[in-house]
């Protein structure tokens, strides 16, 4: 098992290590016998760190994984292929050698490969679309970076194989791409849409479904959480209405706030929820996964608002922990929840989580949803697709 650790300096650690996830090392020979994955993260948070923490490692594969801290996004976009483009080739110097590049497309693998050069010249690569930046809502026009649905063509371009967590990301941005590439000035790449499809498929990420197998323990009155990151594409003016609404009819409820808190819109939350007053029973991201999954485990419903969710890796933990999910019909969420689980207005959020209130569902009655989802469940899927990718090389 390789063990790395380096830190750069006004930037973070960059950590590069393999993880057993409790077991032991293996025994060289039997090191030698697999093949190995080189993992590039650069923004290691959130669903993204989840996602890999409950995959690695994957059956009859060994692997080396390169990370950055989950800060300014758009920046690791930017240069995080300077940073692991330099990692990487000290790692082959130190005898290093990898069968797969798996990254996300954080991550301008184009760049990546062109500054690592022969290092990884003859190796596959697979990028996984979290999310693509060609859909992605932006608050005002004018702050649409184009660089950012660029970067993630020329990364799927430059990858051996293009995996999406959903049929809908997948859909969207292949659809999307001619009329962007239209933006240019002249010289308007053709066939680009269909040079990505034909090496794309969907492959759902997994979750550690531990943290949020304790059995649910519930208070004598029903209460709901939104558990997302507190963001405009998130919609938190939608959810918070529709709890005013519920309060303002004398219903007997309480509101669990438990996403990642911003700058931007931390003060505009927190007086939105003020306004529920004793119905709000807990503000703020908890602090460690174990405090998450119990406070997931202590509500009855979980509702989305999301006007951007290419998975929502957030709702099928709350599923698994008990909760029964409240889901706007849009996006990704047909994917994964049937119709009964759904809502298409204002006026049907409330409604569905009305009901819930006055019929309290019982704990685990929609856990089924994320089981196929588990870490579990997907790893064979990922062995695989490493394994396909690597052969056809």
Same mark, same amino acid.
């Given at each position: 098992m390789?063990?790395?650790?380096? !830190?750069?300096?006004?930037?973070?650690?960059? !950590?590069?290590?393999?993880?057993?996830?409790?077991?032991?090392?293996?025994?060289?020979?039997?090191?030698a016998m697999k093949r190995r994955v080189l993992v590039l993260e650069p923004y290691y948070g959130g669903s993204h760190k989840a996602v890999l923490d409950a995959l690695l490692p994957v059956p009859g594969w060994g692997f080396d994984l390169l990370t950055l801290p989950a800060r300014k996004w758009k920046w690791r976009m930017r240069g995080a292929a300077i940073t692991m483009a330099d990692e990487v080739r000290r790692l082959y110097a130190a005898g290093a050698r990898w069968d797969l590049v798996f990254a996300s497309t954080f991550l301008n693998l184009a760049e990546f490969k062109g500054l690592a050069g022969s290092v990884v010249a003859d190796v596959p690569a697979a990028v996984y679309f979290h999310e693509n930046q060609l859909v992605y809502p932006v608050r005002h026009e004018a702050e649409w970076d184009v660089q950012?649905?660029?970067t993630n063509i020329t990364s799927a371009l430059a990858a051996d194989a293009c995996l999406f967590n959903t049929q809908w990301n997948l859909d969207s941005f292949r659809e999307e791409i001619p009329a962007f590439l239209l933006r240019f000035p002249d010289h308007h790449p053709v066939r680009v849409a269909e040079r990505i499809a034909a090496k794309s498929q969907v492959l759902a990420p997994p979750f550690d479904p531990a943290p949020f197998s304790a059995r649910a323990v519930r208070g004598p009155r029903a209460r709901i959480v939104w558990p997302h990151r507190w963001e405009h594409d998130k919609d938190p003016e939608a959810f918070f209405s529709a709890m005013r609404t519920l309060a303002a009819e004398g219903l007997d409820f309480e509101v669990v706030v438990a996403g990642a808190a911003f700058r931007e819109t931390k003060a505009l939350v927190e007086a939105a929820a003020g306004a529920l007053g004793e119905r709000l029973v807990h503000l703020g991201e908890p602090e460690g996964?174990?405090?998450?999954?119990?406070?997931?485990?202590?509500?009855?419903?979980?509702?989305? !608002?999301?006007?951007?969710?290419f998975f929502g890796l957030a709702m099928l933990e709350a599923c698994y922990a008990g909760c029964m999910p409240v889901v706007p019909d849009r996006l990704a969420y047909p994917e994964l929840y049937p119709e009964k689980y759904r809502y298409s207005s204002a006026e049907g959020l409330v409604a569905r989580v009305r009901s819930h209130i006055l019929d309290r569902?019982?704990?685990?009655?929609?856990?089924?949803?994320?089981?196929?989802?588990t870490a579990e469940r997907l790893r064979e899927a990922y062995r695989a697709t490493f394994d396909r990718i690597a052969n056809a090389h």
């Amino acid at each position: 098992m390789r063990v790395l650790r380096i !830190t750069l300096r006004n930037a973070g650690p960059v !950590t590069s290590r393999a993880k057993c996830a409790g077991v032991l090392p293996e025994p060289e020979g039997m090191q030698a016998m697999k093949r190995r994955v080189l993992v590039l993260e650069p923004y290691y948070g959130g669903s993204h760190k989840a996602v890999l923490d409950a995959l690695l490692p994957v059956p009859g594969w060994g692997f080396d994984l390169l990370t950055l801290p989950a800060r300014k996004w758009k920046w690791r976009m930017r240069g995080a292929a300077i940073t692991m483009a330099d990692e990487v080739r000290r790692l082959y110097a130190a005898g290093a050698r990898w069968d797969l590049v798996f990254a996300s497309t954080f991550l301008n693998l184009a760049e990546f490969k062109g500054l690592a050069g022969s290092v990884v010249a003859d190796v596959p690569a697979a990028v996984y679309f979290h999310e693509n930046q060609l859909v992605y809502p932006v608050r005002h026009e004018a702050e649409w970076d184009v660089q950012f649905p660029l970067t993630n063509i020329t990364s799927a371009l430059a990858a051996d194989a293009c995996l999406f967590n959903t049929q809908w990301n997948l859909d969207s941005f292949r659809e999307e791409i001619p009329a962007f590439l239209l933006r240019f000035p002249d010289h308007h790449p053709v066939r680009v849409a269909e040079r990505i499809a034909a090496k794309s498929q969907v492959l759902a990420p997994p979750f550690d479904p531990a943290p949020f197998s304790a059995r649910a323990v519930r208070g004598p009155r029903a209460r709901i959480v939104w558990p997302h990151r507190w963001e405009h594409d998130k919609d938190p003016e939608a959810f918070f209405s529709a709890m005013r609404t519920l309060a303002a009819e004398g219903l007997d409820f309480e509101v669990v706030v438990a996403g990642a808190a911003f700058r931007e819109t931390k003060a505009l939350v927190e007086a939105a929820a003020g306004a529920l007053g004793e119905r709000l029973v807990h503000l703020g991201e908890p602090e460690g996964r174990g405090a998450y999954a119990a406070l997931l485990g202590s509500c009855d419903i979980a509702v989305s !608002t999301a006007v951007n969710e290419f998975f929502g890796l957030a709702m099928l933990e709350a599923c698994y922990a008990g909760c029964m999910p409240v889901v706007p019909d849009r996006l990704a969420y047909p994917e994964l929840y049937p119709e009964k689980y759904r809502y298409s207005s204002a006026e049907g959020l409330v409604a569905r989580v009305r009901s819930h209130i006055l019929d309290r569902p019982r704990p685990g009655a929609a856990r089924e949803l994320a089981e196929p989802y588990t870490a579990e469940r997907l790893r064979e899927a990922y062995r695989a697709t490493f394994d396909r990718i690597a052969n056809a090389h």
